[in-house]
């Protein structure tokens, strides 16, 4: 590097990682060069730097264990939901809902002045069903009768369901599997809803969610918070709370992304200042390394300069080359990742 640099002179800047040895290869090459720290190298220290505190507190990542009473599961012969009256209307389905409309529609028509023959033509309807819809004060009179309380193709296996509910399986789908397994002749949307029933009257506790692991958490504070799902918010939200360290952590990487984001490396002084007066070791072994390149990486966070992409576009060959091609032609691989860039 220091013959390449002696044999092409006039290199104004020199963009490159936090090496010693590419430093010194630089001052000796292009004394007058300036040396900008590549921010991707930066922040890829950063996140190490990161992931060694998430690691030393990594048993407060899992979700504290629920210390609630836990009460005694219902009886088998208790999880039969309660039955519909069958004096009781019937608030919901397709049914429910078109015969509202009718009424509704029957009784607006009747208060303009038309008679059952008009308004049957008009609704489509047959005479009958509007006499019926216009006599009945309200929908909930003909919501009312024998087939609100009728069997249900779906109740010689519904001991086996209730069984199967309180071993713990509430999926419908396979729920469905199972009994048409044994005989059941009917469709699965019955037993989605008889599921459902079951869902509202006996719910059952969520399982416990597995523990993230330490590199989920370093990825979920060094990444901008507008690209977290939110569940993966949530849970973070939920370790900082648990954990002060990772807290204050999170909090001095946030505030570096805002300095490195805003090119502002004339303030690295004082977030340096205020990371070492935390109790952040892993972060202070960060700050220790910027100490040694300082001018370099106040200028990688102040100006537009950055080999980034370049380095980048190096790794995507090597892994293209390594994976797929063996040792195919070079040329040809980079051709390829320059075209898809």
Known sequence: MVARLTDHPGVEVICRDRSTAYAEAGRLGAPDAIHVADRWHIWKNLAEAVERTVIQHRALLREPENTAPVHAAEPLERLEPAPRSPDEPRQSGRLSSRVREQHAAVHALLDEGLGLRPIARRLGLARNTVRRLAHAATADELLVGRWTGRNSILDPYKPYLHQRWAEGCTVARRLFEEVRERGYPGGESVVKKYVQRLREAF??????????????????????????DDDQAQQLKQILARCPAL?????????????????????????????????????????????????????????????????????????IKRQMFGRANFDLLRKRVLLAA
């Open 247 to 319: 807290d204050r952590t999170a909090g001095h990487v946030r505030a570096f992304a805002e300095l490195m984001n805003d090119r502002r490396g004339q303030d690295l002084g004082h977030w340096m200042e205020r990371v070492q007066a935390d109790d952040v070791p892993a972060l202070h072994g960060f700050v220790a390394g910027l100490g040694q390149d300082l001018d370099a990486v106040v200028a990688g966070l102040s100006l537009r300069y950055s080999s980034g992409a370049v380095g980048g576009h190096n790794i995507k060959i090597k892994m």
């Open 203 to 228: 719910p059952h506790d969520d399982p416990p969610r597995k523990a993230p692991s330490v590199r989920d958490v370093t990825s979920w504070i060094t990444r901008r918070p507008d690209r977290l």
